[in-house]
Structure formats: C-alpha cells, structure tokens
C-alpha cells in the first residue's frame, strides 16, 4: 500500500485480519478486527510479516494469573510500515519501515540516559497494560464490537496494529524484511547478550545451554567476537550441524552425559570450566547447571530465559564468594533505537549471519501451523507473510 492509500484511512479505524486466541492452548482464529486510529504517541502500522517466537507459544498456553487474558492478538517479532501517526509524534512518518519492540525505550528517564543498562525506568516495570500510556484501553475490538487484549505492547499477529513510540524503531529499507523481523526479539537478545552484558572477549570459551533462536545468536555473537570454543548444549542432535553455521566448535547431547551432570562434562572438555555461559531455555536446573559450568574466580553465567514456573535457582554461597558471577538481561541489554541501527549494518555489510535462523516460511492464514512446527521443535524461525 502507498503513501496516497495510507492517506485514506489516515484518523479512520481500519478493518483488518487477526489471529486471535480467545482460549489458552486452542488455535488461533482468523476474524476480521477494527483497528483505532493512534492516539497521542502511538503509530498504526501494517504489519509486512512477523515470526513466531517461544514467549509467543509460553504465552498461548498460559490459562491463569494476571497476563492470562482473552481475547488477545499474540505476536511481537515483526516489521511493518507506518500508515498514520497520532499527536506528538515527531520521528515517524507515513511510509517508514519499523520494528515493534517489546522492550521500551523512553529516551528520557534516568536509565535511558544511562549507558549501564537497558532497562527504562518509566516504562519497563508495566507488563500488564493493554497500550503503553494509556492502561487498559485498546486499539482493538472484534466484528461484534468487543474489545481484544493487547499483547507486550506490539500484537503482531494482525494486519495492523497500534505502537506507542516507546517500542518502535526506524530502519534502514535496504534490510529484506524477513530478515529485520528477528531483529525485534531473538537475534537482538542473543547478541545483546554476549556484547553488551558479558562483553566476550576474543579468545574465549562459551557455553550455550538451548540452541533455539535466541541460543544460535548467541552464538553467533560469541563467533563475531572470536571467541575460541563455543559449546552448544542441547537435547536435540539436529541442532548440532545447524550450530556449526553460527561458530559453534563443539556440542554436548545432554540426554547422553550418563550419570555426569551436564556442567561436570564442560568442565572436563575446557579443563575447569567456560568463561562465559548463557541460558536460553528458561528451567530453574538449567540455570544452576550453566552457572556451575563456568570458570572458579571469573566466570559469569546470563540468564536469557524466562522460568517457566517462576521457580527459584540456588546456588553455592561459597562459588559466589569464589568469583563466579551471573546476571540476568531482558532484550540482551541492547537499547532498542540505538542498537538495532547498528546491527542492521552490521547485517547489510554481510558480516552477521541472519539467514540461517529461518526454517520455514507460510502465509499469515498458516499461523496454526507455524505454531505446530515451533512446539514440535520442527522450526527455529517461521516467517508468516502477510500478502502470501
């Protein structure tokens, strides 16, 4: 769609297709939506495709508690075009390409200012608004006039959706868009992880506990800093040969340890332990394993995924004490409107390897299947086209 089309609906509500979860763990059901105008510091966009992340399927399955809400248009890896723009909005014009991120970025607060970390003291605490500055209030209402629930305040899984400026960020148009899609969540947390918060030195040795998505950039961020040795730790064999693309040297099947622990084996094979580990599974042992995987009096283990059951992690008082160290990162620590620029040209001059990360490719009609692929571990990436 043009400039001249987007004009005529520019203020209007538009009339769109969405998958909507109306009940945890059910498939998705194509409807037609109303989608609002943006209001102040909001951007509606169409979105041009989106990919399929495992926060997506955690929180497809999620049937209580707070962010347990129906119904509600999932989705937040994607990239789209700005349609219209509402009130003081000053950066974004008709026809930009845009990333929906579901980490905010306020630019103003006293964290954003901040070069330590990522985190934006106004905004990232709220997880369970609908629209970023306005509470519950939604963009969305289905055909018979009731509202939908946003989701981390991108719901990519429609043909257009509303963003507040706090989650969106302008890219180059010269990126294929399949490819900037990742750049909204796994490559962007994965990366962010080894450069930003545990700035790996070349020369290094890394352990990778999960080759999913958000694992293989990992990776691929350890290869780009020329770290020595990375090791893929996985349940899956034939994450293995995929690893190899993204630098990883060396793999440990955790179902074929016998009765060492998996950390014991990486002990072993770098002769006391890794540099740096990395978590990206979300299980409260897996954790504890990575951090007892690391080197006595240096090594620092990050913690990328989310505990599925919020379950605590204990470890050694006296490790602690012994200089090992962990951290835990939302969105890798990158500042989304800073570095994702960054790794967009870093992708365009061919030196960061995005290509590999998609398995599968469907049109947005497909969504079920897309989510069969990823829960049966058939995917690591499936891109939903919008206009296929």
Known sequence: ????????????????????????????????????????????????????????????????GPLARFPRILGHEAVGVVESIGEHVDRFKQGDVVLPVFQPQCEECKDCISSKSNWCAR????????TRRYGMSSRFK????????????????SEYTVVDIAHLVKISPEIPVDKAALLSC???????????VADVEEGSTVAIFGLGAVGLAVAEGARLRG???????????????????????????????????????????????????????????IMEEAFNSTRTGSGKTVILGMEKY??????????????????????????????????????????LNLDGLITHELSFDEINKAFDLLTEGSSIRCVLWMDK
């Open 1 to 64: 769609m043009d400039n001249e089309s987007f004009s005529s609906s520019e203020g209007k509500p538009i009339r769109c297709k969405a998958a909507i979860l109306r009940k945890a763990g059910e498939a998705l059901v194509i409807e037609e939506i109303n989608v609002d105008p943006p209001q102040a510091y909001e951007v509606r966009i169409k979105i041009l495709c989106t990919s399929l992340c495992h926060t997506d399927v955690t929180f497809w399955k999620l049937d209580s």
């Open 186 to 196: 796994c490559v962007s947390t994965g990366i962010g992880a080894v450069w930003k």
């Open 310 to 351: 919020a379950m605590p992690i204990s470890l050694g008082s006296y490790d602690l004490l012994r200089g090992r160290s962990i951290s835990g990162t939302l969105f890798g620590g990158l500042k989304p409107k800073l570095d994702i620029p960054i790794l967009v040209d870093r992708y365009l001059k061919k030196e």
């Open 142 to 157: 289905d055909s018979s006039g009731e509202v939908i629930h946003h989701f981390i305040f991108v719901s990519s899984f």
């Open 123 to 130: 905004y990232t605490d709220d997880f369970l608004s609908n």
């Open 227 to 285: 770290a020595a040795k990375i090791i893929g730790v996985d349940l899956n064999p034939d994450k293995f040969e995929i690893g190899k693309k993204f630098g990883i040297t060396d793999f440990v099947n955790s179902a074929l340890c016998g009765e060492k622990k998996i950390s014991q084996v990486i002990n072993e094979m770098t002769e006391g332990g890794v540099d740096y580990s990395f978590e990206c599974i979300g299980l409260a042992s």
